[in-house]
């Protein structure tokens, strides 16, 4: 969901990814914050909503390969 700032909240889930992983590799690239645990992630993203949609996407097709 989008914030009035531009950036927007997460929860991630997965059987299959290690989303712990996956939030390593989101705060390289995004100014986030959040924890979780390899099955489910949640916090906040900082950044654009639209710069932010193409770097999870990338990183998605990434983690799921």
Same mark, same amino acid.
């Given at each position: 969901?989008? #914030?009035?700032?531009?950036?927007?909240?997460?929860?991630?889930?997965?059987? &299959? =990814?290690?989303?712990? #992983?996956?939030?390593?590799?989101? /705060?390289? /690239?995004?100014?986030? /914050?959040?924890?979780?645990? $390899?099955?489910?992630?949640?916090? *906040?993203?900082? #950044? $654009? =909503?639209?710069? *932010? &949609?193409?770097?999870?996407?990338?990183?998605?097709? &990434?983690? =799921?390969?």
């Amino acid at each position: 969901s989008s #914030n009035d700032d531009g950036g927007c909240r997460y929860l991630m889930m997965s059987r &299959e =990814v290690n989303l712990k #992983n996956l939030m390593s590799q989101m /705060k390289e /690239k995004l100014d986030i /914050k959040g924890g979780g645990s $390899p099955q489910m992630i949640q916090g *906040t993203i900082r #950044n $654009p =909503v639209g710069d *932010t &949609e193409d770097i999870l996407n990338t990183l998605m097709k &990434e983690a =799921v390969l």
